[in-house]
């Protein structure tokens, strides 16, 4: 017995093929059962929306043309009566817009005085007073005709009129006429459907006009008949038709829609008389598309079902491109997806290999791939063997005066001359914070040892000597050994050994190249912003321990060094964040708080400035013990912090900033004394308000 699989591609292509067959036996029957009133309704309900869109637009076509005769009537020729302004003006107008056959300016008497059709202004001598058009515009209103015949051409038109009123009433009229032909050449050039077409008619008009359609005036009485449904008439000719029509009473017209009735039937014979020819060939087609299809997409199918099959054993091949060509377009597009995601997982798996081999601040390979190699270099296969272990010196050190930042360009700097000193087939590992280690295979006679130590202390020089260059110190042990001799780990040890004997002898000269790159560090601190601000709070001290009696010259000297020095510890702050213009974030805030931090710490380097370690520590902390860092405030705050924290925040307030206007004298020791008990030691902010605005009375009364 066959059995069909409905859901595999195959079994659901058989499946709406047999769909597809029935459908084709019963649709006839369905045709047949379809209701004829049903398409008359439809027909006529197209009928009747063609109609309202025309006649929606033969209204906007007047009020088109009406707006521009309206806007004729305002031209300055015509408001100051010159007739020969009006006729060049008219003519003009008339030689650059197709739609009017002529435009005319009459008299209150109802004579056109000016006639764009004519040679030159004047009298035509014939009246228009007793048209409907002239009755209006002497009330005042504005016209549109229906159909008539011109006086002066002859031809059917129609006249669309705005009167021209002044302070003594009626002062004639100007009128705009289009001939009815412009007019049917637009509405016949709207077909209906293929043998359709519009008519527009005065039912009491000249003959003339229905025969423009090639029409009697007896069809078109019957046209205008039947404006509430859809009427069926015959012609002389024999030919039936079917019509709607629609009054447009604002112009005494009617707008008619007519076909031949032999349209309306066209479908219906030519479907049941072609109906059985074309279900076989589209039953043809349908078994030949089907089969190519399947073909095609089984294709498709079996190449990508062998692609997900290779990915899922680790071989990440993509589908080939010349294939998918030849592929259904959502096969194509499924392909090509798959491709993205196969070579989005080879670059992420590769991406994860060489995480899991490899340091991600230096690039170099890691602890494990290390551990790795000398499991591999144990074998004997790489004699002789020489394993060097390095350390970056001061690295703590560079930590914690000018933060992890500049510690990780000092780790990048150290791989960076590492790499440079090794052969190609060599290998440079970081295996821990500050350690890396290399290992060099068949180093005969340790000669690519020797050779290593002698390009790494060259290349720690060339990069000291760079501008900007990092306080870059490696220490070093080297050793070298066969499978026999020695084992790798033991090479490991003895060269470990090495380097911490190299440490130990160079321990006093690395501090001191940290040490002098701090103070060149701290020399362009004093360069920039902030020792602007630290000379000025130096000056300001200067003065204010100079008023004080009490103060020896001793205590008066460290005032002022603590003035010079207490913001040093910005050298650990990024640029970007204390050169900000703006306000700072919250985060930006929090890393500010730690200069004092890294400025008590960077000053304890150096023995002549250790003294000032405490009271720059301290100098941000508020009387009650608020500020940073936070603790116990009042009396157990040494005096030093205590005065520094006034002068630093007067200075800050007085001084210039990019992101605000400085404060006045006054107004900075007024808030130096509003925040007394709170922020300052009440005592020395108000000796230091007093102090301030004492001393800038008398600059200004000697000035």
């Given at each position: 017995m066959l059995s069909v699989n409905f859901r595999s591609v195959k079994g659901m292509l058989g499946f709406f093929l047999v769909l597809l067959a029935g459908a084709m036996v019963l649709f006839p029957v369905l045709i047949g059962i379809l209701s004829f009133r049903d398409s008359w309704l439809h027909t006529e309900r197209d009928m009747a929306q063609a109609l309202g869109m025309q006649a929606d637009f033969i209204r906007k076509w007047f009020v088109f043309h009406q707006n521009t005769v309206r806007s004729i009537s305002r031209l300055s020729s015509v408001n100051a009566r010159d007739l020969v302004g009006i006729y060049d003006d008219f003519s003009s107008f008339e030689r650059s817009n197709a739609n009017f056959e002529s435009l005319s300016y009459v008299n209150t008497s109802g004579f056109p005085l000016v006639h764009s059709d004519m040679e030159g202004p004047g009298n035509t001598g014939i009246s228009v007073a007793d048209r409907p058009y002239f009755i209006a515009a002497a009330e005042g209103r504005e016209y549109i005709t229906g159909i008539i015949t011109s006086r002066s051409s002859g031809r059917s038109v129609v006249v669309i009129s705005v009167p021209l009123m002044g302070d003594d009433g009626f002062q004639g009229l100007v009128f705009g006429s289009i001939s009815l032909d412009t007019i049917l050449t637009a509405l016949m050039t709207t077909p209906f459907r293929s043998t359709g077409s519009f008519l527009l008619f005065d039912p009491s008009g000249d003959d003339s006009v229905f025969e423009s359609y090639g029409i009697s005036r007896e069809e078109a009485s019957r046209l205008g008949t039947p404006q509430g449904g859809l009427a069926l008439y015959r012609r002389s000719d024999g030919k039936r038709w079917l019509a709607k029509s629609t009054s447009l009473p604002e112009y005494g017209m009617t707008l008619a829609v007519r076909m031949e009735f032999r349209e309306f039937l066209a479908p219906y014979l030519t479907g049941l008389a072609y109906f059985g020819g074309i279900s076989i060939l589209l039953m043809a087609a349908s078994f030949l598309i089907s089969a190519a299809l399947y073909r095609k997409v089984n294709s498709s199918l079996s190449l990508l079902l062998e692609a997900v099959e290779r990915t899922g054993d680790g071989k990440f091949s993509p589908l080939d491109p010349q294939m998918l060509e030849k592929a259904p377009l959502e096969m194509k597009k499924l392909g090509q997806a798959f491709n993205a995601m196969a070579n989005s997982l080879k670059s992420k798996t590769e991406e994860l290999e060489f995480r899991s081999f490899h340091d991600e601040l230096t690039g170099l390979y890691n602890r494990a791939f290390f551990d790795d190699a000398l499991i591999r270099f144990g074998t004997g296969r790489f004699d002789p063997v020489t394993v060097a272990m390095c350390d970056v010196n001061g690295l703590k050190l560079v930590n914690d005066t000018l933060g992890h930042k500049a510690g990780d360009g000092l780790l990048r700097a150290a791989a960076d001359v590492l790499r440079k000193s090794v052969r190609k087939s060599d290998i440079v590992a970081r295996i821990g914070g500050d350690e890396?280690?290399?290992?060099?295979?068949?180093?005969?006679?340790?000669?690519?040892?020797?050779?290593?130590?002698?390009?790494?202390?060259?290349?720690?020089?060339?990069?000291?000597?760079?501008?900007?260059?990092?306080?870059?110190?490696?220490?070093?042990?080297?050793?070298?050994?066969?499978?026999?001799?020695?084992?790798?780990?033991?090479?490991?040890?003895?060269a470990d050994k090495g380097m911490y004997a190299f440490k130990q002898t160079h321990r006093a000269s690395s501090r001191k190249d940290v040490l002098e790159y701090l103070s060149e560090r701290i020399a362009l601190v004093r360069k920039d912003s902030r020792d602007r601000h630290m000379a000025a709070c130096a000056a300001l001290m200067e003065i204010f321990a100079a008023s004080r009696p009490e103060f020896p010259?001793?205590?008066?000297?460290?005032?002022?060094?603590?003035?010079?020095?207490?913001?040093?510890?910005?050298?650990?702050?990024?640029?970007?964040?204390?050169?900000?213009?703006?306000?700072?974030?919250?985060?930006?805030?929090?890393?500010?708080?730690?200069?004092?931090?890294?400025?008590?710490?960077?000053?304890?380097l150096f023995p002549d400035m250790a003294d000032l370690r405490e009271d720059i520590l301290l100098h941000h902390r508020w009387w009650n013990g608020a500020g940073y860092p936070e603790g116990e405030g009042g009396e157990t705050l040494p005096e030093g912090a205590r005065i520094m924290a006034v002068v630093d925040a007067y200075e800050a307030m007085t001084g210039d900033k990019t992101y605000r206007d400085p404060k006045s004298p006054s107004a900075a020791a007024a808030e130096l004394r509003r925040c007394a008990g709170s922020q300052f030691d009440p005592y020395w902010a108000e000796e230091f308000a007093r102090f301030i605005l004492n001393f800038h009375e008398w600059e200004e009364s000697i000035s």
């Open positions: 890396f280690a290399v290992l060099l295979p068949q180093d005969e006679n340790g000669e690519a040892g020797r050779r290593f130590k002698e390009k790494l202390a060259s290349n720690i020089r060339e990069y000291r000597a760079n501008d900007g260059a990092l306080p870059l110190n490696i220490a070093w042990g080297v050793a070298t050994g066969v499978k026999d001799g020695h084992s790798v780990e033991t090479l490991v040890q003895e010259a001793e205590k008066r000297d460290y005032l002022v060094r603590l003035a010079r020095n207490h913001d040093l510890g910005f050298t650990a702050i990024p640029r970007e964040i204390f050169d900000k213009p703006g306000p700072l974030t919250e985060e930006e805030y929090e890393v500010i708080k730690r200069h004092p931090e890294r400025g008590a710490y960077l000053v304890s």
